[in-house]
């Protein structure tokens, strides 16, 4: 399957779960609004989240992957297999530890990362509460993740980029059934998640099942005397420096948050929750393609396709992440109302949340960019280059939060995330370069003064049709609101792409990426 078809069919099922996903938010916007107790959830739903991408999505994908796909091309069925078992075994044991103990030390937990929370004991007892109850969600989404390292490894990437729909479709049904009814209708959203987890393992395990890849629990003793796993082990130690980076610089700039005002943290998680969107139909999808095939490509040593699969991939960044963030940054309020003002989510609350918008806009393109250039790494066994760059990557967020928070308040926590994560994909590019690593491919300097000039028209088209027009102030007629949104999105992207097509481009990237076999 070809780059383009592969990241096509993820990006496709990832829009189907971020279009749940915007409902489901859309749901809690009108059903919560934002308060203390909207903050205590995304604080406690934030804590194993972050685990999980540390311990699955991160560290461990970034370890197994490689070695997997190394075993996989040099080894028989048998080994793989035992490989598989060995592997799943210690990850099964070390996320069942952590959520113990994040259970047990949950008060500490809150206390460390919401500080301000302090202040309102009710807020913060509650996050302890929901904490506790929703840490067992990592071992479920750990093992998700693993399941999906497995399948995505045999180019099975359908089911792992459908099983998110799942998470989406417990809340729903969670909220419109369970929230009126209970006397704090936060613990609905705590429900949802675990109900969620449970469907998406299952689904993974019914994959791997029909596949014969199942994996069997084995010895945790015996499993480590597998020389393959000590070795995603040691690569796993500087890799879990490195993505620790990142939970890190967003454990810290939640703690910001809880001292700004009340529900900066669910203004934040709203804006997050846009930024996901493109960043997860791209980079996500793309980063998922990519990992194995240039660990295949490698381990394989056809260096010329690995060059062309990443040149490819980053036409691709380029060509749809800049009308990306141009569009979420100009046209922030108009979604924010949209989809989230209405009962108790008010006019006020698009504005603060469209303003943290615009300061993730600013850095969109890196925010997907590391997504694709990371991976180039990661095939290569190389885990400490990319981890130096993240640690550099969190000294300045947290310089830029110095200046940007004064200055924006919760806006200038997502600034400063923006421009942290250009930095991070900026150097780890140049480093890939200057190595020899990545070869520029010809038509880049053409194909960029397109792109910034299609990106050029669709602002100017954007600031025109949006004159006059006060979003907030549109909450009675929401048909016409969603009509008119879709028409200046529509409208946006024709301008962008008939810009570009006004400068000769035809679309030859995009073909060029398809032809990576």
Known sequence: MSLLRSAATVSGLTLLSRV??????????????????TDAFYVAFRIPNLLRRLFAEGAFSQAFVPMLSQVKEQEGAERTDEFIGNVFTLLAAAVLA??????????????????????????????????????????FMSLVAFAAAVLNTWKHFAVPAFTPVLLNLSFIAFILLLADRLEQPVWALAFAVIAG?????????????????LPRLRSPLRALEDGAVRQVLRLMVPALVGVSVAPLSILINTNIASRLARGAVT????????????????GVALGTVLLPSLSGAFARGNLDRYNRLLDGGLKIVVLLAVP????????????????????????????????????????????????????AFYARKDIKTPVKVAIASV?????????????????????????????????????????????????????????AAGAAAMAAFLVWAQQGVDWAAMQSEWALRIALVGAVIAGAAASYFAAMALLGWRAEEVRSARRQE
């Not at 203004?267 to 997860?280: G, I, K, N, Q, V």
């Not at 939060?401 to 994909?425: D, I, K, M």
């Open 98 to 139: 952590t959520s113990m103990l994040g259970v047990l030390f949950a008060p500490a937990v809150i206390w460390v990362i919401a500080t301000g929370f302090s202040e309102h004991p009710e807020t913060f007892d509650l996050a302890v509460l929901l904490t506790r109850f929703m840490f067992p969600y990592i071992v």
């Open 395 to 451: 000294a300045v967020v947290q310089a830029c939060n110095f200046v940007t928070v004064p200055l924006f308040a919760h806006a200038g926590l997502a600034l400063s995330v923006a421009l942290g994560a250009c930095f991070n994909a900026g150097t780890l590019l140049v480093i890939l370069i200057r190595r020899g690593w990545y070869r520029v491919l010809p038509g880049w300097g053409l194909f960029a003064l397109r792109c």
């Open 324 to 375: 990306a963030a141009v569009g979420l940054g100009l046209l922030a309020e108009g979604l924010s109302s949209v989809l989230f003002q209405g009962r108790n989510f008010l006019a006020a609350d698009v504005a603060q949340t469209s303003i943290a918008m615009r300061g993730y806009a600013v850095g969109l393109i890196g925010l997907i960019g590391i997504k694709i250039i990371a991976p």
């Open 20 to 37: 749940t996903g915007l409902i489901r938010d859309m749901l809690i916007a009108r059903y919560f609004g934002v308060s203390g107790a």
């Open 267 to 282: 203004w934040l998680s709203y804006a997050d929750r846009l930024m996901e969107f493109p960043t997860a139909l791209l």
């Open 197 to 213: 987890g449970v469907m998406q393992l299952g689904m993974q395990l019914w994959q791997l099942r029909r596949m014969g890849l």
